[in-house]
């Protein structure tokens, strides 16, 4: 199994160096999925209806492009290497912050001898709460996370420890043999998020590797499964077929099947 030990590494020195001259935090929260979604001040309900945030309602904003943002998803075959149940949080909290756009970065580190390659594009897919938080509307692109909490969502309470908890609730839920779950999120400083962008991008090279898919010059990404049928990416790359996904230096263009005949 490939893992991400280098990158997860890189995070811990990424928190330890910002220590002496930031606000860091860290709280631990409950381990089951029951105790973790109990007496939350929002709602979470996989799989509930659509639902807007307008910039009027807004209580905060995460992420917005102009202020930065960064998300990734590490495992881990070893989970000694997760702080199981911890949340950091390095810079002001959302209640703090009502009326602001605060730079965002969200990391979800996992660990455990359960996770396999196949996997992989499940575990990314698994930290969109998209429609499953009330007061939490997020618009995502990859290892990008721009979202919006509600006025509503605010004054109850909303705040990152709840993320975390509803996150690490996600992941107990989608699989069940997780040994463990731990969370970084960063709202300190558009460089902060910068450099954590830095690690994410190094994760995003092993995971397109990890998941048989490399991009050409001309915006294409290629695949070296020599079975489609049989791939666990397959849905992934029907998505992708389906929807051309708009980047920074291109776009998508189209998968192609490149059989190796050695």
């Not at 307008?54 to 904003?61: A, G, N, R």
């Not at 495992?75 to 199981?84: F, K, N, T, V, Y």
């Not at 602001?100 to 969200?106: D, H, I, N, V, W």
Request: aromatic share 6%; with cysteine; glycine share 8%.
């Amino acid at each position: 199994m490939a893992d991400f030990d280098e990158q997860i590494l890189a995070v811990r020195r990424f928190v330890q160096e910002r220590k002496p001259d930031r606000r860091v935090s860290e709280a631990t929260v409950p381990l089951t999925l029951q105790e973790l979604t109990r007496e939350l001040p929002v709602r979470y309900s996989p799989g509930s209806k659509p639902f807007v945030v307008l910039k009027e309602d807004t209580f905060v904003e995460l992420g917005n492009p102009l202020q930065g943002s960064a998300s990734m998803v590490l495992w881990s075959g070893q989970a000694e290497l997760i702080r199981d149940g911890v949340i950091h949080l390095i810079g002001p909290d959302i209640p703090e912050a009502e009326g602001e756009s605060l730079p965002f970065g969200q990391v979800i580190l996992l660990g455990g001898p359960g996770i396999e390659d196949r996997d992989a594009a499940r575990l990314e897919r698994a930290a969109d709460l998209a429609h499953s938080l009330e007061g939490y509307m997020i618009r995502q692109v990859p290892r990008k996370l721009w979202s919006r909490v509600s006025r509503e969502a605010g004054r109850r309470g909303f705040c990152l420890q709840v993320l975390g908890r509803v996150l690490m609730a996600q992941y107990r839920r989608l699989f069940p043999g997780l040994g463990a779950i731990e969370i970084l999120f960063v709202t300190s400083s558009k460089a902060d998020v910068e450099a954590l962008e830095t690690i994410a991008q190094e994760a995003k090279g092993k995971s397109l590797t990890i998941r048989k898919l490399s991009r050409e010059k001309d915006g294409a990404y290629e695949c070296e499964d020599l079975n489609c049928e049989s791939c666990p990416e397959k849905p992934t790359c029907d998505s992708i077929r389906e929807v051309l996904v708009i980047r920074k230096k291109g776009k998508i263009t189209g998968i192609r099947v490149v059989r190796n005949t050695d």
